[in-house]
């Protein structure tokens, strides 16, 4: 089984710091990792996917994430945050995509906050 | 490229009565589709998922059901609503070559 840990709820940064939201993993087979932001009262966007090629990923928005295998750890990092980062962040784990019956696993989310 | 639609967008309808929401997606063939909700503040509930026409599985039992008539097509359902059946319901997509999902803009659903 799979499943999928984000530390924090809610996290609240300065503009022009460092953002760092935690995810943690399990999966018993080598898993596809994604971060999905969603906006108020909008869907959930993908920021960036992980599927086994360059450990470091990098996605939309300047946002980035490292797959670090013997931690189970797939952390979102931006060196400096602007206003319109201000969001909800959802991690997710799957298996390979190639089964019809393969699910997403969402995390259960961490609202970013911004300070000015 | 691919689109995926939501309607309506926001929905207010009072308890007893029947619900039907409507998710299409252009610019593929097969996909798997779902159908997750948000209640507020809460994070992402996996209702139903399909991978092909007819074809249903339920993640939590409940007064909703699902329907997928055609191909790219997956209707949410009641036939009498619950105070707590309020949320953001959210349809989704998958390529089965692929291993993300893409999320329709969502309708909100207000039961007073």
């Known amino acids: 089984a799979q499943s999928v840990t984000q530390l924090g709820s809610h996290v609240s940064v300065s503009e022009g710091a460092l953002v760092l939201l935690r995810c943690n993993y399990s999966s018993s087979v080598p898993p596809y990792l994604f971060w999905y932001v969603q906006y108020p009262n909008q869907g959930l966007q993908l920021l960036l996917k992980y599927t086994s090629a360059a450990t470091l990923v990098k996605g939309i928005n300047g946002f980035e994430a490292e797959f670090k295998k013997s931690e189970t750890s797939f952390h979102l990092t931006k060196p400096s945050a602007h206003m319109s980062d201000a969001a909800e962040y959802f991690c997710a784990v799957s298996s390979h995509g190639g089964s019809s019956a393969s699910k997403i696993i969402f995390g259960s989310g961490t609202r970013l906050s911004i300070r000015p | 490229s691919q689109t995926i639609h939501q309607w309506p967008a926001t929905l207010v309808q009072p308890v007893g009565s029947p619900l039907s929401l409507e998710c299409t997606v252009e610019g593929t063939s097969n996909p798997n589709l779902y159908w997750y909700r948000q209640a507020a503040g809460r994070g992402l509930q996996l209702l139903f998922y399909?991978?092909?026409?007819?074809?249903i599985s339920s993640e939590v039992p409940q007064n909703l059901s699902a329907s997928r008539p055609q191909d790219r097509q997956f209707i949410l359902s009641s036939k009498k609503l619950l105070l707590s059946d309020s949320g953001f319901y959210l349809c989704?997509?998958?390529?089965?070559?692929?291993?993300?999902?893409?999320f329709g803009p969502g309708t909100r659903l207000t039961v007073t």
């Open positions: 399909s991978v092909g026409i007819g074809q």
């Open positions: 989704a997509w998958r390529n089965r070559d692929r291993g993300e999902q893409y």
